[in-house]
């Protein structure tokens, strides 16, 4: 199976730039999906398709995907963007297709 | 504006069936280009694909799970629903339905519903 690794925390001041990893075997070659989770609420879409924002996403937000590694990267962080964050891909490589999440991230600003 | 809204038993027995139910208001659960899925968080953990299912009735499984879920579409009602039997303590968990867009090989959650906290426990 498909396994996506993130790392557990990432700890930013505010104003400067963060930069969440999602590493898996030759990822650049899928399409990968970001969400933000805050306590207690639903996951929320950030990036899809690797790098592309869903209207009302600030463009502060932005992804990328290369190699055996996809990254978001939130730049001038502020207290509100402290969450987990969460990649996604679909793994179509064998017979059975299925979605992947990550670990999951919690973003932390400082 | 498309909503979902989860529902169902907030408590179920251990070896008994969950089952629950998510009614999608604001668009047409038949829309070609999108599947229906369901989702779910153990307290504290992370996120965890059930399955997903397209308004024909086409479905795909966790196959972690592949034994135990059932996921089923009304589209008279708009509805989908999912029913995990022989559930035990692990299987407590918020459980999330979202939609699934659908392009090719990209497939992606937008938007979903609030979740509903599922307690397994006698």
């Known amino acids: 199976s498909y396994v996506l690794t993130q790392p557990p925390s990432v700890s930013v001041a505010p104003g400067q730039t963060a930069r969440i990893t999602c590493g898996g075997n030759n990822i650049g070659s899928k399409s990968v999906h970001w969400y933000q989770q805050k306590p207690g609420q639903a996951p929320v879409l950030v990036v899809y398709?690797?790098?592309d924002r869903p209207s009302g996403i600030p463009e502060r937000f932005s992804g990328s995907n290369s190699g055996n590694t996809a990254t978001l990267t939130i730049s001038r962080v502020e207290a509100g963007d402290e969450a987990d964050y969460y990649c996604q891909v679909w793994d179509s490589s064998s017979d059975h297709p299925y979605v992947v999440f990550g670990g999951g991230t919690k973003l932390t600003v400082l | 504006q498309l909503q979902l809204q989860e529902s169902g038993p907030g408590l179920v027995k251990p070896s008994e069936t969950l089952s629950l139910t998510c009614t999608v208001s604001g668009g047409s659960i038949s829309s070609s280009s999108y599947y229906w899925g369901w989702i779910r968080q153990p307290p504290g953990k992370g996120l965890e694909w059930i399955g997903s299912?397209?308004?024909?009735?086409?479905?795909y499984y966790n196959p972690s799970l592949k034994s135990r879920v059932t996921i089923s579409v009304d589209t008279s009602k708009n509805q989908f629903s999912l029913k995990l039997s022989s559930v035990t303590a692990a299987d407590t968990a918020v459980y999330y339905c979202a939609r699934l867009a659908v392009a090719g090989t990209l497939v992606w959650f937008d938007p979903w519903g609030q979740g509903t906290l599922v307690t397994v426990s006698s």
């Open positions: 299912i397209y308004y024909s009735g086409s479905t």
């Open positions: 398709d690797d790098s």
